[in-house]
T-cell receptor
Framework: NAGVTQTPKFQVLKTGQSMTLQCAQD?????MSWYRQDPGMGLRLIHY???????DQGEVPNGYNVSRSTTEDFPLRLLSAAPSQTSVYFC???????????FGAGTRLSVL | AQTVTQSQPEMSVQEAETVTLSCTYD???????LFWYKQPPSRQMILVIR??????QNATENRFSVNFQKAAKSFSLKISDSQLGDAAMYFC??????????FGGGTRLMVKP
């Protein structure tokens, strides 16, 4: 009963480094998304996907890339990390009929 | 764009008492969904309760219930018989049946023993 799995749980990067945050779900949901949560704030949508091969931008997409080659996986790439990207990142998948989003445990990212 | 406002940054309740968390939202849509999520110190986002706008009946899940006032665009969460494990950040969220879940800024709930 894994649900949505995110790796890693913690990551420290230096400015300019690149990395990929991994997200996988085993519920066969078509819709997946990435959010960031900054201190004292709610979550904001970065990118989302409505199915394999289809992605689109959310509210705060700059500095991030995504792709969706399979239903299960939806990685988030930071091409050149900046201190402003220090945040907690959540991946989610959505159950269509009930419109409920299920979240992963989050990745805490620090960019120095 | 839709906005969600939680006007109470912090709330405190005595164990076994009842507390109500407030949420208002702004939308021009008639069909949408509203949610309350709980975020304990573990960071996990846990769905507490869900309301469909076309349903007039307020949603209830055990000790958690909502007061949904569609005309007033208000969606408050009532927690009855508060327990120590209820201490967490609570986020109100809105979805217009599209692809974006819009969150409020959160309310930190403290439960006193």
């Amino acid at each position: 009963n894994a649900g949505v799995t995110q790796t890693p749980k913690f990551q420290v990067l230096k400015t300019g480094q690149s990395m990929t945050l991994q997200c996988a779900q085993d519920m066969n949901h078509e819709y997946m998304s990435w959010y960031r949560q900054d201190p004292g704030m709610g979550l904001r949508l970065i990118h989302y996907s409505v199915g394999a091969g289809i992605t689109d931008q959310g509210e705060v997409p700059n500095g991030y890339n995504v792709s969706r080659s399979t239903t299960e996986d939806f990685p988030l790439r930071l091409l050149s990390a900046a201190p402003s990207q220090t945040s907690v990142y959540f991946c989610a998948s959505r159950e269509g009929p009930k419109n409920i989003q299920y979240f992963g445990a989050g990745t805490r990212l620090s960019v120095l | 764009a839709q906005t969600v406002t939680q006007s109470q940054p912090e709330m405190s309740v005595q164990e076994a008492e009842t507390v109500t968390l407030s949420c208002t939202y702004d939308t021009s849509e008639s069909d949408y969904y509203l949610f309350w999520y709980k975020q304990p110190p573990s960071r996990q986002m846990i769905l507490v309760i869900r309301q469909e706008a076309y349903k007039q009946q307020n949603a209830t899940e055990n000790r958690f219930s909502v007061n949904f006032q569609k005309a007033a665009k208000s969606f408050s969460l009532k927690i009855s018989d508060s327990q120590l494990g209820d201490a967490a950040m609570y986020f109100c969220a809105y979805n217009n049946a599209g692809n974006m879940l819009t969150f409020g800024g959160g309310t930190r709930l403290m439960v006193k023993p």
